[in-house]
């Protein structure tokens, strides 16, 4: 069954989150795309995924169009793609919920500011609308 995760993170805490998932689900060998809003953005987060735990290495990429031969099992997209056919969607920036449910599992930050939230429980109730099961983690 398609799941969703909304997790409760401050702005402060999103990055070493996000980390956490990518480590869990890089050691599970689940392949994962975490979409972002923009290029810098992007390049962002693959820095940080890359010196964040110096003893963790883990490969993953940018990606700008299909690989699915590739032979890495993260992808960082600013643009809605599935270049590795990832089963997993961390949502670090809001993309179209219509991207987003042709994935299995999606995990949504929300962040704790007043526009966040509105935008989280209007995703959440879409989400739920499409047969997903729902989870909220403080």
């Known amino acids: 069954m398609k799941s969703a995760t909304f997790l409760n993170v401050k702005e402060k805490d999103k990055n070493k989150l996000l980390f956490e998932l990518v480590e869990r689900f890089y050691y599970?060998?689940?392949?994962?795309?975490?979409?972002?809003?923009?290029?810098?953005r992007a390049n962002e987060l693959d820095r940080f995924i890359w010196v964040y735990?110096?003893?963790?290495?883990?490969?993953?990429?940018?990606f700008k169009y299909s690989e699915e031969d590739a032979p890495e099992k993260i992808a960082v997209v600013y643009e809605?793609?599935?270049?590795?056919?990832?089963?997993?969607?961390?949502?670090?920036?809001?993309?179209?919920?219509?991207?987003?449910?042709?994935?299995?599992?999606?995990y949504e930050f929300v962040e704790q500011n007043r526009d966040d939230i509105l935008e989280s429980r209007k995703r959440y109730k879409f989400y739920k609308e499409k047969g997903f099961l729902m989870h909220y983690e403080e």
Not at 53 to 62: A, C, L
Not at 85 to 95: E, Q, S
């Open 28 to 40: 599970e060998g689940e392949k994962i795309v975490i979409f972002t809003s923009d290029e810098d």
């Open 53 to 62: 735990k110096q003893e963790s290495f883990i490969p993953h990429k940018i």
């Open 80 to 106: 809605e793609l599935n270049p590795i056919t990832a089963k997993v969607l961390i949502v670090y920036d809001k993309c179209n919920l219509n991207f987003a449910v042709n994935f299995e599992r999606i």
